[in-house]
């Protein structure tokens, strides 16, 4: 069945310019959560997702981040006046429930590249 | 603050060896542990995992081990295969929270 979807794949913007990442998860998870990954360097949380509840918001680096999920579905990450250190890979991940009994399904991420 | 680690960057190994790789936690309140393994390119794709309630738990040519008493845990993978190569993660998730924390990562290469 279908996976976890991002898009785009690769994103190489100039430093100061907005970007939005789109991720679409598994239909009916009810849970969205995005990760950044660092050049060899391990999955660092960014936000959560789980249902109409509020947002868990605690690993956003600074206020140039921001995540809305539209209709409990799709996702967009947006960071604003991009700077060079946020050049990663952004990784979504859906699961049915939340907390120990969901097992997170991860998407191939988005590369960005900021210059 | 609460961290997970792992003890070997890299790990080498043989075709048909048996792999183990490595990872300390520092979270006494971790309920659920999780091992990815990361191909180029992908996501992290699941492994195994284990409760907090287990001491081992075993999967196709693979078994996680947990140790509560040091806060280990182990990814132990049979007759290592060369589709085996790829970065494997760590992760623990808190009993009352839903992020996960993930360790550092260990390259596995399999030498044919």
């Known amino acids: 069945g279908a996976g976890v979807s991002q898009s785009p794949s690769n994103k190489v913007t100039e430093k100061g310019k907005d970007v939005e990442l789109r991720c679409d998860p598994i239909?009916?998870?009810?849970?969205l959560y995005w990760y950044r990954q660092s050049l060899g360097q391990g999955l660092e949380f960014l936000i959560y997702?789980?249902?109409?509840?509020?947002?868990?918001k605690s690993g956003l680096p600074s206020d140039r981040f921001s995540a809305e999920r539209t209709g409990g579905s799709v996702s967009t990450l947006t960071i604003q006046r991009t700077q060079q250190e946020d050049s990663a890979v952004y990784l979504c991940?859906?699961?049915?429930?939340?907390?120990?009994?969901?097992?997170?399904?991860f998407g191939p991420g988005t590369r960005l590249t900021v210059t | 603050g609460e961290s997970v680690g792992l003890h070997l960057p890299t790990l080498s190994v043989q075709e048909g060896d048996n792999s183990i790789i490595n990872c300390a936690y520092s979270?006494?309140?971790?309920?659920?542990f999780i091992w990815y393994k990361q191909e180029s390119g992908k996501g992290p794709q699941f492994i195994i995992d284990?409760?907090?309630?287990?001491d081992k738990r075993q999967g196709q040519r693979v078994t996680v081990l947990l140790n509560k008493t040091v806060k280990h845990l182990s990814l132990q993978i049979a007759a290592t295969q060369p589709g085996d190569s790829a970065v494997y993660f760590c992760?623990?998730?808190?009993?009352?929270?839903?992020?996960?924390?993930f360790g550092e990562g260990t390259q596995l290469t399999v030498n044919p």
């Open positions: 997702f789980q249902g109409n509840s509020a947002p868990d």
């Open positions: 979270n006494s309140a971790s309920d659920y």
């Open positions: 239909s009916g998870h009810t849970a």
């Open positions: 284990i409760r907090s309630n287990m």
């Open positions: 991940a859906s699961s049915l429930v939340r907390g120990p009994l969901g097992e997170q399904y």
């Open positions: 992760a623990e998730q808190e009993t009352s929270g839903s992020r996960l924390t």
